[in-house]
Structures are given as structure tokens and as C-alpha cells.
């Protein structure tokens, strides 16, 4: 467990796998992705115990308090130590889609969909996620 006092926040965010490498958490930290007390934040913003951060993947939107600074990353077993998920219930994509979904469903029989009406079901499936 490599522990160090100062660590940019691009890789504590891939070392606590938050992101799949690092470029990708440099990335969402240009793109405006990764806040700090609704701020935005360079790559290279040094990170703090105690300080929470607010990523968003997608229509993920996740707030992690920094407990410990972890330079290398490990298996997630280890990173989730040096992490609190702090995110509200309300705010999580898995409480979002239970009740608001869409409901997709074909009458049996209907047979295979369309060209059009495939082309229907991605845009509805768009739409919700963005």
C-alpha cells in the first residue's frame, strides 16, 4: 500500500478505479467531468484527505470523499478503503432506472422489429440516457 502526501487527482481517480486508465480520468478532468465543491478541476489538481469530489460517467454522477491517497492501483478490494461513496440515493443510476425507465416490450407474435421501428427503439434508448 504506497501512500504518499501528494498525488494529482488524474491518478488518484484510475488508482481507486474510478476510471479505466489514466488518460481517461485526465480526460473528464479537462472536460469538466470532475468537480470540486462544483468547480471545476485541472489533471494535475493535488489531491486532499478529507476533500469530495464529484464525478460524473455518463449518467453517472457519483461523490467520493477522499480517506487516503493511493499512488498505484490495486485491486478494488484495497482502492475502496481509500474512498467514501457519499452519493445520495436519489442521485444514483441504478435508483433512476428502476422508476424511470422505459418500458420496452414487443407483443408476442409481433415478430422480428422493423428497420423503422429498431431505429425507434435506439432513439428512445438515447434519449433516456442523455
Known sequence: ??????????????????FKTRTLASDA???GRVKLEGNNIKPSHEVKIGEVYTVSKGPDKRMLKVTGLLESRTDAKTAVMFYEDITPEEETHAFKSVFHAPLLSRDR?????TKRDRREIDDLKD????
Do not use: H, T, V
Open 1 to 18: 500500500m504506497a501512500e504518499k502526501e501528494k498525488l494529482r487527482i488524474d491518478k488518484y481517480l484510475w488508482s481507486i478505479r474510478a
Open 109 to 113: 407474435g409481433a415478430g422480428r422489429p
Open 127 to 130: 434519449d433516456f440516457f442523455k
Open 29 to 31: 478532468c479537462k472536460a
